[in-house]
């Protein structure tokens, strides 16, 4: 075979592994009204790029709802706080790593559990903490789409509207004041 064909089929084979992780959707929730200014901490901080690039997926997620006026980073002594993140769960393990990394074409069954927590704090108190998990099967193939990014949504779309329907950050009304909301 002619050097530029295999460099060629090399590069193809590339492509194709690179776009086994697709991108989360938008979520199922849009805010018909934005939540007073407050802070954002999405774990984990991040330490590899795959961490990095997780927390920048539910952050953009998590603002493209609408819910938020302002997001700023970190935990603060005043105002109000979302905190989510991801306790772990059960993956795919060892075995299915090796069939994708082996370009094996057959598919390996594997039992998943995801999980995801959001906490509400105010004033560095904790308020409330909302808790998500998702369980069930797929199959590790390098062909086959794992399914953390669509359960992530899922969750995430959960958690705005748990906390729309918990009332505990009060909304910016149409004047730009902050709404009265009655804390339960």
């Known amino acids: ?41 999405v774990l984990p901080d991040g330490y590899t790029r795959f961490d990095v690039q997780e927390r920048d997926e539910l952050t953009s997620a998590v603002r493209s709802s609408g819910a938020f006026s302002f997001v700023d980073h970190g935990l603060p002594r005043k105002g109000y706080a979302l905190v989510i993140s991801q306790p772990p769960g059960e993956g795919a393990g060892f ?4 069939n994708a990394l082996t370009l094996l074409t057959f598919p390996v069954p594997y039992s998943y559990v995801h999980n995801l927590t959001g906490k ?11 808790s998500y998990k998702r369980e069930g099967m797929s ?44 804390q339960r």
Request: proline share 8%; with cysteine; hydrophobic share 45%.
């Open 1 to 41: 075979m002619n050097n530029l064909v295999k460099a060629a089929l090399m590069a193809a084979g590339l492509a194709l592994l690179g776009g086994c992780n697709p991108s989360m959707k938008p979520l199922g929730y849009h805010a018909q009204k934005p939540y007073v200014p407050m802070s954002l901490l």
């Open 95 to 98: 075995l299915v790593a090796l």
């Open 120 to 130: 509400v704090y105010k004033d560095g108190e904790l308020l409330r903490t909302f």
């Open 139 to 182: 199959v590790g193939a390098w062909y086959v789409p794992p399914p953390i990014t669509e359960n992530q949504r899922q969750m995430l779309t959960e958690l705005m509207r748990d906390l729309e329907a918990s009332a505990l950050i009060p909304h910016v009304d149409d004047a730009g004041q902050v709404g009265l909301v009655d």
